[in-house]
C-alpha cells in the first residue's frame, strides 16, 4: 500500500491503493469512471485508453504507482470539452458509432492524435487509431470522422 | 412523404460518446460478489474426485448438485450440461463456479482446488456425426453418369472468433424466488427459457434484462444462456446479487465460434461444356456439443449453389462431435464457408475448361423464378445483373483482372455474388418463434415499441423508431423503445438470422398501421401482431424441399489486392460492393453494417487465424488472434439497390450478414488472381501462399 496523488480529470486526488493496481481497475472501480472499458486486458485493443499528461495510454497496463503527480483525464473528463463536442458531431455525422465499446477509446485516441497532429491526412489518422480496435464499424466512417473534426474543429487543436 | 432510407441521427451515440453507456460489466449493485468460473483441464476424462480447499466465510461454491432442474442448458438438445457432472468433454468445459467479494481471494481458491482426472482418449477428427443431412434436386445421378468430365475440388476454412470487443458478461440478483439476469445478450427469451428450465421456475420467477451490448455477431446467441443458468443457480442458492464477467483469453478459450468446414465439391459436365451436375459434401465441427450446429450446416447446404442455379444437385453433411470447444452462431451463420467453396468452385470450372470465368458464372446466375437449391421458388426479382455490372465498373474490374493476371505483377482483383436467406431457415419462424410485438400508446401520445430486439450496434433502435414514427408521421423522439426486458415485452424471437427489421420490424409497421387507425388523442391504446407465415410458404423439414426462406437479399462484393513477393504479406487495396437489401430503413446505419460486415468477412478469408491443437485453442488472445485495424482496411463504395420487398417494411429484407457472406471468396479470389495458383484454403495466409507457390 502506498499513497499515491494524481490529477484526475482537472480534480487533485490522493488514494491509498497497492501501487502495482492496475490503473483501469482503480479507475473503473474506486472512481467509478467506468467508461473507461476493458476488451482486452493486455494493452492490444485500446478500449481503455486514457490520457496521461496529454498522451494516450492503455490504462489496463499501467501500475498505479507510475501516475504519481501526473494528469490523468478520461472519456468522462474529456465529454467536458469543446473538442469531444466537435469529435461528437463529426462521429454521429459519420455514422461512426455502432457498439460503441471501443468508442471511448476510439475518442481519446481521436484526442491525442489532434493534439500532435491537428491536420492529419488518412494516412496519419490510421496509424494514430491503429492501437485501437474496432469490430463494428470497418474503421472508414471512424477515420472520415476525425478528418471532418479536423476541419471543423480548426484552430481547437 | 419523406424517403425513410434518409439518414437520422442514431438515437444511441450520445451516451456512448460520453461514456455513460452502462454495459454489463459497467452495471454495479450493493453487496454484489463476483464469480469465476473453475474449468476442466482436460479434453476428455472422467472425474475422480475434487477436494477443495478450506472456503473461507462468505465464499461459495456452486456446481451440479446445486441446479434444482435437468443439468442442461436449453437451446435445441438436451446434450450440453450446465456443469459438468462425472465427466468433461472439452478443456475449459464448466464444472463450477468460486462466488465471494474479493476477486484476488477467489483465484486463489481456485489454485488451490484439485481436481483428479482419469483421461480418456480424445476425439479430434471427423469421426462421430451427430446430425446427418442430405437433400437432391433434379437427377444428379445421371447427370453423372453421362458426364463427359467430372471435376472435383476440396475446400477448407478455419475457425474464425466473433471477437466482440466486449467480453461475454452477466450479472444477477434475486428478489424472494425470482431471479433477475442482465446481461450482453441477443437473445433475452433464449435466456429466459434456459434459466426457467434449469431452476424449474415458474414463468414469472424469472426475467431478463439486456445491458448495452458491445458487439455480438451471432457470439451472443446461445452462449449466454449458459452463464445465465449458472449465475441463476448461484443465485437461488447464495441470494446476494452476483457478476460474471469473461476477461478476453477466458472469452476466447471457451466461446462458441465460427465452425471450421471441410468441403468435398463435384462437377458434372456434359459434351456442351456445361455444369449438368453438382454434388457437395459437407463436414462441420460442432466441437463437443450440438448446440445449434445442426441448424448451421443446413444453412450451409442450402447455399450449395450459392447465387446460381443448377437443375442436377446431391448436397449432404455431417455435424461432426470432437472433443473441442463447442462452436455455434456467427454471422452468417453456414453460407461463408459454403459461398468460399462455391464461389472458388465455379471459377476453378471455368480455369480448368479454359472457360471465361465471368462468362460461366453469369450463364448460371439465379434469375427470377428459377427453383432454389431446395426446390423452392425465387419469386422476387433478382436484379444481379445490374449489381454485377455496377459493381464491375465501380471498380474498374474487367480492366484489372486483365492487366493482373496477364501482367503477373502480385496485384489482383476478386468478385464474389451471393444472397443470403432472409430469417429462419425453413419454417422456424412459424412453428418455433411465433414473434409477436406489441406497441402502447399513453395517455400523452407518445407510442412505446414493445418488442425483445436487442441493438447491439446495428442500429435497430434508431431503425425501429423510423418505421414507427414515419408511418404515424410524428417526430423521432414521441416513440419510445427500451432495451428489451422480459418482464415487459412480449417474445418477438431472437436477434438473429437477419430477421429483426424484416419479420420483427414488418410486424411493428403492420401493428403501427393498426395504431394509426385506431388513434385517439389523450387515449391509451395497446396494439399487438403476431407473425404469420405467407400461405405460399411451403417447407418440408425433413426432405430439405421447398421454401427455405421467405426472401433472399443479394451482393457483389469485389476486393483488391497486392501480395508482397517476398513476404506473401497481402494488403488490401480496395473494396467496392452492391447489395439489394430491398430497401434502407436508415441509408447510414447500413452503410455502416456494409463496411464492417465487409472486413469482417474478408479478415475470415485473409487474416484471422485460429487453431486448435489437441483440444487447446492456441489464439487466445487479441495479440495472437489478428483482426484487422485501421492499418488493414482498404477504401470501401458500397452502392444500394432499390429493390422493395412487398412483405417487409417498406420494402426491407436482411441486411446484417449479407455484408459479411461474401468477403472471404471476394479476397481469395483476389489473391488467387495475383499469384495465379488455386486458392483452396481460408485464411489465405502468407505461410499458404509461400506453400502454394512452391507446390500449387
Ligand atoms: S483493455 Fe487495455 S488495451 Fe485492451
Ligand atoms: S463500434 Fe463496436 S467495436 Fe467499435
Known amino acids: ?157 | 412523404m419523406k424517403d425513410i432510407s434518409k439518414s437520422v441521427r442514431k438515437v444511441d451515440s450520445l451516451i456512448k460518446m460520453s461514456g455513460e453507456a452502462k454495459y454489463v460489466s459497467d452495471i454495479k449493485i450493493d453487496g454484489m460478489l463476483y464469480a469465476k468460473t473453475v474449468r476442466s483441464s482436460k479434453s476428455k476424462a472422467i472425474i475422480k474426485k475434487i477436494t477443495l480447499p478450506v472456503i473461507p466465510e462468505g465464499y461459495h461454491i456452486i456446481d451440479h448438485t446445486d441446479i434444482p432442474g435437468k443439468n442442461f442448458v436449453k437451446i435445441i438438445f438436451e446434450d450440453m450440461p450446465v456443469f459438468a457432472e462425472k465427466t468433461v468433454s472439452y478443456y475449459g468445459e464448466p464444472i463450477m463456479l468460486v462466488i465471494g467479494e474479493d476477486k484476488n481471494i477467489i483465484t486463489d481458491i481456485i489454485s488451490n482446488i484439485e481436481i483428479e482426472y482419469e483421461e480418456v482418449t480424445p476425439l479430434f477428427e471427423n469421426t462421430n456425426s451427430a446430425i446427418n443431412y442430405h437433400f437432391t434436386k433434379g437427377d444428379s445421378n445421371k447427370a453423372f453418369k453421362n458426364a463427359k468430365k467430372i471435376i472435383k475440388d476440396d475446400y477448407d476454412t478455419g475457425y474464425q472468433e466473433q471477437l466482440y470487443i466486449e467480453p461475454q458478461g452477466m450479472i444477477g440478483y434475486i428478489e424472494g424466488e425470482k431471479v433477475t439476469l442482465i446481461g450482453s445478450i441477443q437473445c433475452p427469451y433464449y435466456v429466459k427459457n434456459a434459466v426457467i428450465s434449469i431452476l424449474e421456475a415458474e414463468e414469472d420467477q424469472v426475467r431478463v434484462k439486456q445491458a448495452v451490448v458491445g458487439g455480438a455477431f451471432g457470439g451472443k446467441e446461445e452462449f449466454p444462456s449458459l452463464m445465465a443458468c449458472q449465475l441463476a443457480v448461484a443465485l437461488r442458492k447464495i441470494k446476494k446479487p452476483i457478476k460474471l464477467i469473461y476477461e478476453r483469453e477466458e472469452d476466447m478459450e471457451v466461446t462458441t465460434k465460427r465452425h471450421p468446414a471441410w468441403i468435398h465439391m463435384e462437377a458434372a459436365i456434359n459434351d456442351k461444356n456445361e455444369i449438368d451436375g453438382l454434388t457437395a459434401k459437407v463436414a462441420i465441427d460442432g466441437g463437443a456439443y450440438i448446440g445449434l450446429s445442426g441448424v448451421v450446416l443446413s444453412r450451409a447446404l442450402i447455399a450449395s449453389t450459392g447465387a446460381y442455379t443448377i437443375d442436377n444437385i446431391e448436397v449432404g453433411g455431417d455435424v461432426f462431435l470432437t472433443n473441442t470447444v463447442p462452436n455455434g452462431a456467427f454471422r452468417g451463420f453456414g453460407a461463408p464457408q459454403m459461398l468460399f467453396a462455391v464461389e472458388m468452385f465455379i471459377q476453378h470450372i471455368a480455369l480448368e475448361l479454359e472457360l471465361d470465368p465471368l462468362e460461366l458464372r453469369l450463364k448460371y446466375l439465379a434469375k427470377q423464378g428459377d427453383a432454389t437449391s431446395t426446390r423452392g421458388k425465387f419469386r422476387d426479382p433478382i436484379i444481379m445483373n445490374d449489381m454485377i455490372n455496377k459493381g464491375m465498373e465501380m471498380s474498374d474490374y474487367k480492366n484489372k483482372v486483365k492487366k493482373y493476371t496477364e501482367q503477373g505483377i502480385y496485384k489482383g482483383i476478386g468478385m464474389s455474388w451471393f444472397l443470403h436467406g432472409c430469417g429462419f431457415t425453413g419454417s422456424g419462424e412459424a412453428n418455433h418463434i411465433k414473434a409477436l410485438v406489441k406497441l402502447q400508446k399513453d395517455i400523452d401520445d407518445k407510442v412505446t415499441i414493445l418488442i425483445a430486439a436487442v441493438d447491439m450496434g446495428q442500429g435497430v433502435q434508431t431503425t425501429m423508431k423510423k418505421i414507427v414514427a414515419q408511418i404515424l408521421d410524428i417526430p423521432l423522439d414521441q416513440v419510445i423503445y427500451n432495451k428489451p426486458d422480459t418482464d415487459l415485452v412480449p417474445d418477438s424471437g431472437p436477434t438473429v438470422a437477419s430477421r429483426t427489421i424484416m419479420v420483427v420490424g414488418g410486424l411493428v409497421a403492420r401493428a403501427t398501421k393498426q395504431l394509426k387507425e385506431k388513434w385517439v388523442d389523450g387515449e391509451a391504446i395497446i396494439v399487438s401482431e403476431r407473425y404469420k407465415q405467407p400461405e405460399y410458404i411451403k417447407w418440408d423439414e425433413d426432405n430439405f424441399i421447398g421454401d427455405a426462406y421467405p426472401a433472399y437479399s443479394w451482393g457483389v462484393n469485389i476486393v483488391e489486392v497486392e501480395v508482397s513477393p517476398i513476404t506473401y504479406q497481402v494488403s488490401l487495396v480496395g473494396i467496392w460492393s452492391v447489395y439489394d437489401v430491398g430497401k434502407a430503413i436508415d441509408e447510414r446505419i447500413i452503410m455502416g453494417q456494409a463496411d464492417g460486415g465487409i472486413l469482417q468477412g474478408v479478415g475470415y478469408g485473409y487474416l484471422e487465424v485460429m487453431k486448435n491443437v489437441n483440444g487447446k485453442i492456441q489464439h487466445k488472445n487479441v495479440t495472437d488472434y489478428i483482426i484487422p485495424t485501421t492499418g488493414d482496411t482498404a477504401p470501401m463504395e458500397t452502392f444500394l439497390m432499390d429493390n422493395p420487398y412487398p412483405l417487409g417494411p417498406y420494402g426491407a429484407k436482411g441486411a446484417g450478414e449479407l455484408t459479411l457472406v461474401g468477403g472471404a471468396p471476394a479476397v481469395a479470389l483476389a489473391i488467387e488472381n495475383a499469384i495465379n495458383k488455386k486458392v483452396k484454403s481460408i485464411p489465405v495466409t502468407p505461410e499458404y501462399i509461400m506453400e502454394l507457390m512452391k507446390n500449387g
Open chain 1, 1 to 157: 500500500m502506498a499513497k499515491i496523488k494524481f490529477t484526475l480529470n482537472n480534480k487533485v486526488v490522493e488514494i491509498e491503493e497497492s501501487p502495482t493496481a492496475r490503473l483501469l481497475d482503480i479507475l473503473r472501480d474506486k472512481y467509478d469512471f467506468v467508461g473507461v472499458k476493458e476488451g482486452c486486458g493486455e494493452g492490444e485493443c485500446g478500449a481503455c485508453a486514457v490520457l496521461i499528461n496529454d498522451k494516450i495510454v492503455n490504462s489496463c497496463i499501467v501500475p498505479l504507482g507510475t501516475v504519481e503527480g501526473k494528469s490523468i483525464v478520461t472519456i468522462e473528463g474529456f465529454s467536458k470539452t469543446k473538442r469531444h463536442e466537435v469529435l461528437r458531431e463529426s462521429f454521429e455525422e459519420e455514422g461512426a458509432v455502432q457498439c460503441g465499446f471501443c468508442t471511448p477509446g476510439m475518442l481519446i485516441a481521436s484526442e491525442s492524435l489532434l493534439n500532435t497532429n491537428p491536420h492529419p491526412t488518412d494516412e496519419e489518422i490510421k496509424i494514430g487509431l491503429s492501437g485501437n480496435l474496432c469490430r463494428c464499424t470497418g474503421y472508414n466512417m471512424i477515420i472520415k470522422a476525425v478528418k471532418s473534426a479536423s476541419k471543423k474543429g480548426d484552430g481547437l487543436w
